[in-house]
């Protein structure tokens, strides 16, 4: 609340912008105070008591940021809930809304009156007893009650991991670690500047999207542009669009997003965009694509775009967002390392990027910790690493979580008693700059090598007639207790023969990048599961697969069904 009260001070504040990019309505910070604390009055008056949830489905709307911050203003804990989008159809949209609420345990949920009735039949059977629109909640009646008294202990919000879809873990978020993670975003990882702008079209119900671009540009005083998350994913070069006209300078996306706006760049002329005030060009939330990103700065240098822009970065919700930041005005840089060393012994031995790319790996290096925070990388009896030995990632500071709302034992599993909190990420650090290789429940272990799920994914995204996002890797044990790998892919073709041979080139792929021999399994088109903020669940995946959801699509190939013409042209290639 007192960042807000600083903010409002000055000129600043929200702008919306519409499916076209055009300018639909503007909240400065002064009058985003005022609405809210005139809503947080209506909310203590209608016998809401402090330290009660929210509920509140996440648009980019301005009532959004109102709602918000009127639960600040009135003791309350807002739980940012996902919109329908990637969610699997409107029955599991519901059923995951009504799972978050039961485990926030909300006593109140509000929406737009567009989704309501999503709201409404979520909460059937639950103890919600004040449900309705914004509007619903403005009519309430004004009260004079004296609004609780906030301290830095007490939780800011429930934020929902992406993944937590059947057994939900609220990440109950402090005053005091918001505090200091915005604080370190702002003064160590972007450096912010009098004048920045920060241009933003990522979901408010994820971290980055809610402390990157929300409540930090909140304490810096610093203007936002929003785009509705389903508009950019519609037209992803809205998001240019605002960023050339506005002079934005502060931008963060996981790398799909400069994904999706490379592959409608043939839409676009060259002189269509002037990128050159944007400074800082974010990358968290996944791991890092150094070759997009390359793509993406060569197509749109002629529009002014600076490659040193880009900003990697690692975090996670349990650290409130940012844990890690590169050097501004570096770039991305990357360590090739030698595959087969990291995948035998764990050991990043650097290696040639210019070296036949199945021998080296490459990384980019995520930077290092937030002052007054430590990182560690540790093996599984908990041992600390050095440099260059990958190893779970640990981190521990003021950013992290107080622990997992209503559930004690979700919490001891990853916040020890000294305050580490195990990340479930897989890094090395070199010098201090961590690289992180994957989540360590992804990893596949086959004939005692460990095998990085994407690496296997990649490759066969690279294949022609597939994209980014039509490849699933892991691992199931077959009957014998053995690890057998899985790679479901996306098919569009319908020709047999087409079909067959995508499934010889998948499995030869496989055996190329990874050294493994493969079941493959066609699926349909958007059939892989998505998290809520848009990113592949192989954990959903795999639990599709065992179900038995891809079998009408599936059919097994090993690498003795591809030629040895084949492998020799891709290994060419």
Known sequence: MEALDYAAAGETGFSFYTPRGDLSGTLTFGQLRERSLDLAQRLVGAGLKKGDRVAMIAESTPDFFVFFYGCQYAGLVPVPLPFPMHLGGKEAYIAQLSRMMQSARAAAAVSSAELVDYLRQASAGLQTPMVGTHADFYRLPESKTPLPRITEDDICYIQYSSGSTRFPHGIAASHKSVTANCSGILNHGVKARHGDRCVSWLPLYHDMGLVGCCLSPTYAQMSTDFIATPDFARRPLIWLKVLSENKGTISF????????????????RSDEFDLSAWRVAGIGAEMVRADILARFAETFEPSGFNSKAFL????LAESTLAVTFSEIDTGIEVDAIVKRDYSLTGRAR???????ALEVRPFAFCGKILPNHELAIRDNEGNDLADRLIGRVYVRGPSVMNGYFGDPAATKRVLSKTGWLDTGDMGYTVNGNLVITGRGKDLIIYNGRNIWPQDIEW???????????????????????????????????????????????????????????????LAQ????????????????AKANYLAGHYSP?????????????????MARD
Do not use: H, W
């Open 253 to 268: 996306s996981p790398t799909f997003g400069y994904d999706i706006c490379l592959r409608r760049a043939a839409r676009a």
């Open 312 to 315: 990697a970065s690692y975090g």
């Open 350 to 356: 650097p290696g040639q990027p210019a070296n036949d």
């Open 459 to 521: 490759a066969v995204e690279g294949l022609e007639g597939l994209r980014r996002g039509d490849a699933a890797a892991f691992s199931v044990e077959d009957q014998d207790g053995a690890e057998e790998v899985i790679v479901v892919v996306q098919c569009r073709a319908t020709d047999k023969d087409t079909r067959e041979q995508l499934e010889r080139e998948i499995a030869a792929q496989t055996r190329l990048i990874a050294g493994a021999d493969c079941k493959v399994v």
């Open 525 to 540: 088109p958007r059939s892989l599961p998505m998290t809520s903020s848009g990113k592949l669940s192989r954990t959903a």
């Open 553 to 569: 699509q599936s059919t097994s190939v090993a690498l003795r069904t591809a030629s040895s013409a084949t492998i020799s042209a």
